[in-house]
């Protein structure tokens, strides 16, 4: 069954938790590096823990395959607690983010290594081994060592020697940080295929917003120690809770606001109107719009939720353009643009636009109300 | 003017005459350095085998293979295997060190590899320094630990193993302590720089894949510690086979091993072209040993190696 990637996501997964992590913390020292991680994840989806490098994610990942021990906390293995489990003994496998491949085995004997410390049987063994190089496709390649062998190939055969093991979850470390963008896209949609074909619990890590959104069924994006949200790739990208979330998947334009009736806060920028629900009037709150959400236009607009700006900086992406423009108060928005052709796109600098701000896309951010600077995630 | 073709050198366009003109300074002082003081003297020692030892110890003509024949054990008294003999005892002897050598040097690389960068670079010092004090002055320090009067002698009297009044040296002991002292550096840095070269996270991977600590070790950390290995034995065992500083003085010029029987023949017995023609068939000896072992791991194999 050969799943398409589009229909990949409406497919029905199972209620089953696979992996629980309940109240893990862990500290190297005197750094807390997990503050209390609680987190589901269900049988056979894809899950990204997405966060910036430091963010505890691989510490998670290694707890789960039995490389550190939390300090307090339970990991539930398919409802077995695995912390009395040598990693030997955990049904997990993990791609690791250097590949770890054995440098003396050819690439066949280091597919055949799980299964042969598992004393499956010889003929069993290379049956098994052969399907899981042709299924990443380098069954072409069994006989080389790994030296001879290309980045994307070594990924490859890591991949194959986790996969053989048919583990109830695979675990994969930043398995494509190494890779040049091109080879890293195609390997993105292999691997989604993969995980769809196999059925199997993928629990995948990266700093690579792009790549989660892109590969994930859900997601938790975290942050020293703390998942900031957890939930399915749209909903997080579409309704950020916080402003790191905001700011980390993807890009955002926050603005303070004060609530002055149910349905508009005043700014800035002036008086917006917001669907979204509004806490009490007179209380501060954070909003988020997507550079892409908000439109450019040379006509002056009757529209509410339109100011007027001036372009600052326009940047030619190709298929998208974008630009930063001023408002009088001297507020920079960020704003992207579709080079469709169909609407204008092509402006210039110093160029006198207005912006218009739809109310559908004005998040409430939860968790603060007044900027602050995030050092050191725009990446 | 007819152009000079062109040769590409190091990013230079460069005629052939000066791309050899650059060959000779580069190359050239190692060329005639190995020329010089290897292959002539060598070459002399050849010819030296072949000659005759006349009544006052100079070597003269008529050329002859007596010399290798002797050495076979055929004299004009009659069949002796003597000097078979003492091959066999050094090359036992020689085995024995690299086999203590060997022992010592696998924990002790890794645990130097498992320190810090900067640890590590001083643990390894500590290893090499030996080897910076004369080798005879070493061996006498040892003649004095090991003397009847010295603390660690009458200690090891008290335990009762060495009788009272003597040493421990000369004795085997002493021989194989000096030995391994000496040795024991050339197969330790091999080693340790086959061993840091190693991706620790392979024996995470292995775990990984259902190894237990134990099989990971054996089948992923230690075949590739194995060409540093291999290094070490050969930088260990064929200079034990020629040593002969340390079973002299140590051994107490009892047991003579081939290195003895070689200084010998230089020295007391004047006997030039005996002496060559021995230190030749040892020569040969290792050689052979060598090209067996390049025949089994090939080409590749030897240039890891060295």
């Given at each position: 069954?050969?799943?398409?990637i589009g229909?990949r996501r409406k497919?029905v997964l199972?209620?089953?938790?696979?992996?629980?992590?309940?109240?893990?913390?862990?500290?190297?020292?005197?750094?807390?590096?997990?503050k209390g991680i609680n987190l589901e994840i269900r049988?056979?989806e894809f899950f990204s823990l997405l966060g910036p490098?430091g963010c505890g994610k691989?510490?998670?990942?290694?707890?789960?395959?039995?490389?550190?021990?939390?300090?307090?906390?339970?990991?539930?293995?398919?409802?077995?607690?695995?912390?009395?489990?040598?990693?030997?003994?955990?049904?997990?496998?993990?791609?690791?983010?250097?590949?770890?491949?054995?440098?003396?085995?050819?690439?066949?004997?280091?597919?055949?290594?799980?299964?042969?410390?598992?004393?499956?049987?010889?003929?069993?063994?290379?049956?098994?081994?052969?399907?899981?190089?042709?299924?990443?496709?380098?069954?072409?390649?069994?006989?080389?060592?790994?030296?001879?062998?290309?980045?994307?190939?070594?990924?490859?055969?890591?991949?194959?020697?986790?996969?053989?093991?048919?583990?109830?979850?695979?675990?994969?470390?930043?398995?494509?940080?190494?890779?040049?963008?091109?080879?890293?896209?195609?390997?993105?949609?292999?691997?989604?295929?993969?995980?769809?074909?196999?059925?199997?619990?993928?629990?995948f890590?990266t700093h690579d917003q792009e790549e989660a959104l892109t590969m994930s069924d859900r997601m938790a994006v975290m942050n020293k120690g703390v998942i900031e949200q957890l939930g399915g790739v749209q909903e997080m990208y579409e309704r950020p809770a916080n402003a790191f979330v905001a700011k980390f998947l993807g890009s955002s334009n926050l603005l303070e606001a004060t609530v002055t009736s149910s349905r508009t806060v005043k700014t800035e920028l002036g008086v917006f109107e917001v669907s979204d629900q509004l806490p009490n009037v007179g209380q501060d709150v954070l909003l988020s719009i997507r550079p892409e959400k908000i439109s450019l236009s040379r006509a002056q607009s009757s529209l509410a939720n339109t100011v007027a700006v001036k372009v600052t900086d326009d940047i030619y992406q190709g298929a998208t353009g974008a630009y930063r423009a001023k408002t009088n108060s001297g507020f920079e928005l960020e704003i992207n643009t579709m080079n469709s052709g169909v609407t204008d796109s092509n402006f210039s600098i110093d160029e006198e636009l207005f912006a218009y701000l739809p109310a559908d896309f004005l998040v409430v951010l939860q968790g603060q109300s007044k900027l602050e600077k995030i050092g050191g995630d725009e990446s | 003017?007819?152009?000079?073709?062109?040769?590409?050198?190091?990013?230079?366009?460069?005629?052939?005459?000066?791309?050899?003109?650059?060959?000779?300074?580069?190359?050239?002082?190692?060329?005639?350095?190995?020329?010089?003081?290897?292959?002539?003297?060598?070459?002399?020692?050849?010819?030296?085998?072949?000659?005759?030892?006349?009544?006052?110890?100079?070597?003269?003509?008529?050329?002859?293979?007596?010399?290798?024949?002797?050495?076979?054990?055929?004299?004009?008294?009659?069949?002796?295997?003597?000097?078979?003999?003492?091959?066999?005892?050094?090359?036992?002897?020689?085995?024995?060190?690299?086999?203590?050598?060997?022992?010592?040097?696998?924990?002790?690389?890794?645990?130097?590899?498992?320190?810090?960068?900067?640890?590590?670079?001083?643990?390894?010092?500590?290893?090499?320094?030996?080897?910076?004090?004369?080798?005879?002055?070493?061996?006498?320090?040892?003649?004095?630990?090991?003397?009847?009067?010295?603390?660690?002698?009458?200690?090891?009297?008290?335990?009762?193993?060495?009788?009272?009044?003597?040493?421990?040296?000369?004795?085997?002991?002493?021989?194989?302590?000096?030995?391994?002292?000496?040795?024991?550096?050339?197969?330790?840095?091999?080693?340790?720089?086959?061993?840091?070269?190693?991706?620790?996270?392979?024996?995470?991977?292995?775990?990984?894949?259902?190894?237990?600590?134990?099989?990971?070790?054996?089948?992923?950390?230690?075949?590739?510690?194995?060409?540093?290995?291999?290094?070490?034995?050969?930088?260990?065992?064929?200079?034990?086979?020629?040593?002969?500083?340390?079973?002299?003085?140590?051994?107490?010029?009892?047991?003579?091993?081939?290195?003895?029987?070689?200084?010998?023949?230089?020295?007391?017995?004047?006997?030039?072209?005996?002496?060559?023609?021995?230190?030749?068939?040892?020569?040969?000896?290792?050689?052979?040993?060598?090209?067996?072992?390049?025949?089994?791991?090939?080409?590749?194999?030897?240039?890891?190696?060295?």
């Amino acid at each position: 069954m050969d799943l398409n990637i589009g229909e990949r996501r409406k497919r029905v997964l199972e209620d089953s938790v696979d992996v629980h992590f309940k109240d893990i913390r862990k500290a190297f020292g005197d750094v807390e590096v997990l503050k209390g991680i609680n987190l589901e994840i269900r049988r056979g989806e894809f899950f990204s823990l997405l966060g910036p490098s430091g963010c505890g994610k691989t510490t998670l990942l290694r707890i789960l395959a039995g490389f550190e021990f939390a300090d307090s906390g339970e990991v539930l293995l398919r409802g077995q607690d695995v912390a009395p489990l040598p990693p030997n003994q955990r049904s997990v496998n993990t791609v690791f983010q250097n590949y770890a491949l054995f440098p003396h085995m050819t690439v066949a004997e280091n597919v055949a290594f799980g299964l042969k410390m598992r004393k499956v049987p010889a003929t069993q063994l290379k049956d098994k081994v052969r399907s899981a190089l042709e299924m990443v496709e380098i069954g072409a390649f069994a006989d080389r060592r790994p030296a001879q062998l290309s980045g994307g190939q070594r990924q490859r055969v890591a991949l194959a020697r986790a996969i053989v093991n048919e583990p109830q979850v695979l675990l994969l470390d930043e398995p494509l940080s190494a890779l040049d963008r091109k080879l890293r896209v195609n390997l993105q949609v292999e691997l989604m295929r993969l995980q769809a074909r196999l059925g199997l619990t993928f629990i995948f890590v990266t700093h690579d917003q792009e790549e989660a959104l892109t590969m994930s069924d859900r997601m938790a994006v975290m942050n020293k120690g703390v998942i900031e949200q957890l939930g399915g790739v749209q909903e997080m990208y579409e309704r950020p809770a916080n402003a790191f979330v905001a700011k980390f998947l993807g890009s955002s334009n926050l603005l303070e606001a004060t609530v002055t009736s149910s349905r508009t806060v005043k700014t800035e920028l002036g008086v917006f109107e917001v669907s979204d629900q509004l806490p009490n009037v007179g209380q501060d709150v954070l909003l988020s719009i997507r550079p892409e959400k908000i439109s450019l236009s040379r006509a002056q607009s009757s529209l509410a939720n339109t100011v007027a700006v001036k372009v600052t900086d326009d940047i030619y992406q190709g298929a998208t353009g974008a630009y930063r423009a001023k408002t009088n108060s001297g507020f920079e928005l960020e704003i992207n643009t579709m080079n469709s052709g169909v609407t204008d796109s092509n402006f210039s600098i110093d160029e006198e636009l207005f912006a218009y701000l739809p109310a559908d896309f004005l998040v409430v951010l939860q968790g603060q109300s007044k900027l602050e600077k995030i050092g050191g995630d725009e990446s | 003017m007819k152009k000079p073709k062109l040769e590409a050198a190091g990013g230079e366009l460069l005629t052939p005459m000066q791309l050899l003109s650059r060959a000779a300074v580069t190359a050239g002082p190692g060329i005639v350095w190995i020329a010089l003081f290897l292959i002539l003297p060598m070459l002399i020692l050849l010819g030296y085998s072949f000659l005759t030892r006349d009544e006052l110890g100079n070597a003269v003509f008529p050329l002859t293979v007596d010399n290798y024949v002797r050495f076979a054990g055929w004299d004009v008294l009659g069949y002796d295997a003597a000097y078979l003999i003492i091959v066999g005892r050094t090359i036992l002897v020689s085995l024995v060190t690299t086999l203590f050598c060997v022992l010592i040097a696998y924990p002790l690389a890794f645990f130097i590899a498992a320190h810090e960068p900067k640890t590590r670079d001083r643990l390894m010092i500590f290893v090499i320094l030996p080897s910076w004090v004369n080798l005879v002055i070493r061996t006498y320090a040892w003649m004095i630990m090991f003397n009847p009067s010295s603390p660690i002698t009458q200690l090891a009297a008290t335990l009762g193993m060495v009788g009272p009044n003597e040493g421990l040296y000369p004795s085997d002991f002493a021989v194989y302590l000096g030995m391994i002292n000496v040795f024991l550096p050339f197969i330790v840095l091999p080693l340790y720089s086959a061993v840091e070269r190693i991706d620790w996270s392979q024996l995470e991977a292995a775990q990984d894949l259902y190894a237990t600590k134990t099989q990971a070790f054996i089948q992923v950390l230690v075949p590739q510690t194995l060409p540093g290995l291999t290094a070490g034995i050969i930088l260990t065992a064929i200079p034990a086979l020629g040593m002969f500083v340390v079973p002299d003085l140590l051994g107490g010029a009892k047991v003579a091993l081939i290195g003895n029987s070689i200084a010998q023949q230089f020295g007391a017995s004047r006997d030039y072209p005996f002496g060559a023609a021995i230190s030749f068939l040892v020569m040969g000896l290792t050689l052979l040993v060598l090209w067996l072992y390049a025949r089994r791991v090939g080409e590749k194999g030897m240039r890891d190696l060295l």
